[in-house]
């Protein structure tokens, strides 16, 4: 800004034409695409997210067992022709079920994710925009909740309101809330002392049509960099309440769940343990190295 | 700061109970609980008194060390849970150790051939580290270390058959102030797997932020100058840049230590670790509350209290940072 302001002769800006924002706004597009396409990270992690994304969508209706059908004359059976994945205790189609599994860890993840975003945002531009005793008020409400490790506070969280899916994406979206709702507020911080803000100030327009119309859209890159990551975040943190037996519940195709009915198995049927478990691993790493890439592309400052 | 975010734990905790859905003491005791039980019940927790009173009388339950009665052992809490609080303290002593011992030299490695296949290879590590659950790769270890190749025990922190009778329950301590070597290593054997599982994502976090501080301070002109003047590599990498790229790693540090204490409910379950995670872990399968609310209360005052460690050790590395002072 200042470089700006100690320009000698500032050129004047050429009268913008009816369709120059259009021309703007295709060249940033085509400039973001070559950006993504220079980050390995991101192109390999949209690979690896497309693919589960398609996996979970279209992937159960090509199934030829059910996921929770049980072939009692094939327990424990080894991976074949038949069955890709080997089966279950109860003789139900592991790959059936990892596949069909994609689809609840990918809805928690949206869930969990979106709902945090929402409203931490919300509570982070109220904390931001408005200040004082607001800012106070809403910080403290996240310090607490940082306060402690994650994970614990879901397992508490679940612990109130008994095991279940739902109950487990809530608590995961609960626990996700200061971590938006301190990068909202940090940017609304920075947004806020802008020139276009003080402008609509003194014009007169209403707080409401400020916040979101003006610093909303100017706040929310890394939000959705921060997302993506967590998106990853909370499908671990769901997979891991499900092995505790606190999230999805039998005979929900869960992955973590998985893991922890057929952990006497280990030995005999090692087949049992690893593909949920790959299924998981495969999942977080694509996010994170997609929000690794966005992150890199969209918000450099955030890496620091 | 500290003393709203204590006071915010406390309500948190207290509302584990208070939160039920319905009759808190009708879903402690379960369905099949008769009147006079659910009556008995709420008569010995306070339940029917104004729940401001209840937490006052809480709050003033800790303060002066009283951490409830366990339902299903019939024991204080403040009693039993020092053993389990000195077995989580040694598994996350253990876990950190390897996490920041490997994480910090990969990270240098990678910064220290910045841009070859060494860098590469160590940010796959890690990328892979950060992704991986820390339950399966527990069940992938007990799996392969001890049950296939029978190289490491899978349970348990000592062998039950040695009789190893503890003093303060920090075994390697007690063994040590004991002179018993032998159960020494066989404490150091059980403790490897599990360390490892819980170590592995804080160790590729440290990694990743070790790598990206390094590097910058590799690019300044001390490091420059410190070059120019001959001095090893050894000694610009782990005296002149370590030090100063040391902040950021310490955040991540301290924040690492809330997932090693989260983790911990999961690695202790998998290995049979009789800490306080797997505490409250059966706590909650057995709708023990207070053990719950007191195990939780805990474990997030020691989160609390690590990362006040952290931030006074910020000023102690870097003299420039200052408290207290503008």
Known sequence: ?304 | MLIPVLIGMSIITFSIVHAIPGDPAKAILGEKATPEAVAQLKESMGLGKPLFIQYVDYVKGILSGDLGTSFITKTSVAEEIGPYLAATMELSFAAMVIAVFFGMNLGILAAWRHNTGVDYTAMVIAIIGVSVPVFWLGLMEQWVFAQDLSWLPSNGRIDARMGFEPITNFYFIDALIQGDFVAFGDAFRHIILPAVALGTIPMAYIARMTRSSMLEVMRSDYIRTVRAKGVSEFLIIYKHTLRNAFIPILTVFGLQMGLLLGGAILTETIFSWPGIGRYVYEAINNRDYPVIQSGILIIAFIFVMINLIVDLLYAWIDPRIQYGKE
């Open chain 1, 1 to 304: 800004m200042s470089a700006n302001t100690t320009m000698p002769t500032p050129t004047p800006s050429p009268v913008p034409k009816k369709n120059e924002p259009k021309i703007e706004g295709t060249s940033r597009l085509h400039e973001g695409w070559r950006s993504f396409l220079k980050s390995k990270s991101a192109v390999i992690g949209a690979g690896i997210v497309l693919v589960i994304l398609l996996i979970a969508i279209i992937g159960p209706m090509l199934l030829t067992f059910g996921y929770n059908e049980v072939d009692a004359n094939s327990r424990l059976a080894a991976p074949s022709a038949e069955h890709w994945f080997g089966t279950d205790d109860l003789g139900r189609d592991v790959f059936a079920r990892v596949i069909n599994g994609a689809r609840i860890s990918l809805w928690v993840g949206f869930f969990a994710v979106s709902g945090s975003i929402v409203v931490g945002s919300l509570l982070g531009l109220l904390a931001g925009y408005y200040g004082r005793w607001l800012d106070v008020l809403i910080s403290r409400i996240f310090d607490i909740l940082l306060a402690f490790p994650g994970i614990l506070l879901a397992i508490a969280i679940v612990a109130m309101l008994g095991p279940s899916l739902k109950n487990a994406m809530y608590a995961i979206a609960i626990i996700n809330v200061p971590t938006f709702g301190r990068l909202m507020r940090s940017r609304v911080l920075a947004v806020k002392q802008e020139d276009f803000v003080l402008a609509a100030k003194a014009i007169g327009m209403k707080d409401r049509r400020i916040l979101f119309t003006h610093i909303l859209p100017n706040s929310w890159t890394p939000i959705m960099v921060q997302g993506t990551l967590n998106f990853a975040i909370a499908v671990i943190e769901a997979a891991g309440l499900g092995f505790l037996g606190l999230g999805a519940q039998p005979p929900e195709p869960e992955w973590g769940k998985m893991l922890s009915d057929c952990r006497q198995y280990i030995q005999s049927a090692p087949w049992t343990m690893i593909f949920p478990g790959l299924a998981i691993m495969f999942t977080v790493l694509g996010f994170n190295l997609l929000g690794d890439g966005l992150r890199d592309i969209l918000d450099p400052r955030m890496k620091q």
